[in-house]
């Protein structure tokens, strides 16, 4: 079974420009997340897509957006990039509810790099 | 309220050794919490997952203690080896259909 696959695996971008990440779920997910990993900060929760709508939002500024496709995978936008947007971002999917045994899976991320 | 602490940031045990990291937690309405493990270059995955109420749960070497009155987790990973070297994170989420929030993370070396 292929796992959560997300693309690029690098990205660089100057400030201001616009950066697109995009994710495939594993089949039979409905549930994409985006998680921001910037160095010493944990895993920063971004955005969450089931069945094609945002259902759940962290706390980042209107420019990070995205949107999920009726395949399920899904995009992550961020408009005018700011150096401290360097990070690594990590895409994960589910079922609709997870349990004990059943978690996120995630993907590698894709390391974005602003200059 | 919605911040799961994590400690320590990094963690040194001899191989053989018990590894021992610890969260704490403010929202009471938390009420799944997993514990992910991370290793360089790739992404976080599920290593052991537990609800409040229940005190322990054991997966082979990885145990989870859990006290509900002091709002407190911990992991417990007993014989560490080199293998066990990872970061490795603590969460929490409202019920199992909300996102999952997670702690800042411990960078465990188990040195021979």
């Known amino acids: 079974e292929a796992g959560v696959t997300q693309s690029p695996t690098h990205l660089i971008k100057t400030r201001g420009q616009q950066a697109t990440l995009r994710c495939s779920p594993i089949s039979g997910h409905t549930s994409v997340y985006w998680y921001q990993q910037a160095l010493g900060l944990g895993l920063q929760f971004l955005l969450w897509y089931d069945e094609g709508e945002e259902r759940n939002r962290g706390n980042f500024p209107p420019r990070f957006s995205g949107r999920q496709f009726p395949n399920y995978s899904s995009e992550l936008n961020v408009n005018a990039l700011e150096l401290e947007d360097s990070a690594l971002y990590l895409c994960?999917?589910?079922?609709?509810?997870?349990?004990?045994?059943?978690?996120?899976?995630f993907g590698s991320g894709t390391r974005l790099t602003v200059v | 309220q919605q911040q799961v602490k994590q400690s320590p940031q990094s963690l040194i045990v001899q191989k053989g050794g018990i590894s021992i990291i610890n969260c704490a937690y403010e929202?009471?309405?938390?009420?799944?919490f997993p514990w992910y493990q991370q290793f360089p270059g790739k992404g976080p995955a599920l290593l052991i997952a537990?609800?409040?109420?229940?005190s322990e749960k054991k997966e082979g070497r990885f145990t989870i203690s859990f006290n509900k009155s002091a709002k407190q987790f911990s992991l417990h990973i007993m014989d560490s080896q080199p293998g066990d070297s990872a970061t490795y994170f603590c969460?929490?989420?409202?019920?199992?259909?909300?996102?999952?929030?997670f702690g800042p993370g411990t960078s465990l070396s188990v040195i021979p």
């Open positions: 537990i609800r409040p109420d229940v």
């Open positions: 994960a999917s589910s079922f609709y509810y997870v349990d004990l045994n059943y978690g996120y899976t």
């Open positions: 969460a929490a989420s409202i019920t199992s259909y909300d996102k999952v929030i």
């Open positions: 929202n009471t309405a938390f009420d799944y």
